[in-house]
């Protein structure tokens, strides 16, 4: 009996083992690889500087097909920006009202308003592009597997038709109007490569590289994903200096109160 559970259990190893195997040669998707980001760690925190970056990235880039919904423009001051400097950048923006007679007109934007969308409705997004609406990205960070480092990797990682080997042109049936993307599952995707070597000029000077834009807009997209990520770490630690310092004086208390037994 103990004979047929061994035969049975490497049986069942071997069939696992074949099937995983199988399944990596059928993935196509490279995994993104890892980047250090300020925000991780237990005592991560947001690089202001490149977030700010970012906010230009998405406001001269992004804006134009993504909304970003579940913000406000006065959340900008929590990334070290003043009223003012706020003000400065959304002084451009118009956003849709309605006037005292109930009729539609557009306004200058204010900081109490929502970032303003880039299409009235999901529909008129679709329409706009190929039949497919582009993703809020409010939470895009949170919402895709690999995070920050994905959403670097799918904008760093297109690769134009004629740099592609013909075994991948015949794989994935890749056309030359096609955007081949190495990390999009199945590699083709809708979105043209958003951004390129100096596609913005960096109000504070920082050289706009490809990977530059593509790291400081990922920083931004994680910082409006979860923008009390730090006020949540910071409760954290302060919660588990309070039970350390309890349970020390609970161990201190009961030593006391225990002192004179046998």
Not at 1 to 17: C, D, H, K, N
Request: aromatic content about 10%; hydrophobic content about 40%; glycine content about 8%.
């Amino acid at each position: 009996m103990r004979r047929l559970i061994v035969s049975g259990a490497i049986a069942l190893a071997a069939l696992v083992t074949g099937a995983g195997a199988v399944a990596i040669a059928a993935g196509t998707e490279a995994h993104p690889p890892k980047r250090s980001w300020h925000f991780q760690g237990p005592f991560g925190t947001y690089d202001r500087a490149a977030a700010q970056r970012g906010y230009q990235v998405y406001a001269e880039v992004c804006a134009a097909c993504h909304s970003l919904s579940l913000l406000a423009y006065r959340n900008l001051m929590e990334l070290g920006l003043t009223d003012n400097q706020v003000k400065g950048l959304i002084k451009d923006i118009v956003v849709p009202d309605l006037n005292d007679d109930g009729q539609p007109i557009e306004r200058p934007a204010r900081l109490s308003d929502s970032f303003r969308k880039p299409f009235p409705n999901v529909a008129a997004a679709a329409a706009a592009n190929n039949g497919k609406a582009p993703p809020d990205l409010s939470v895009i960070v949170k919402a895709r597997e690999g995070g920050a480092d994905y959403i670097y990797a799918l904008l760093t990682g297109y690769v134009p038709f004629d740099k592609l080997s013909p075994e991948q042109v015949k794989e994935f049936s890749v056309k030359k109007d096609d955007n081949f993307n190495t990390y999009f599952p199945g590699h083709k995707i809708a979105m043209t490569p958003p951004l390129a070597d100096d596609k913005v000029t960096y109000a504070d000077g920082t050289k706009a590289t490809l990977g530059q834009e593509a790291s400081d807009v990922t920083e931004f997209l994680a910082w409006a994903s979860e923008p009390w990520m730090e006020d949540r770490k910071r409760t954290g630690v302060r919660v588990i200096l309070f039970l350390l310092a309890l349970a020390g004086l609970m161990y201190a208390v009961k030593r006391q109160v225990w002192s004179n037994k046998h």
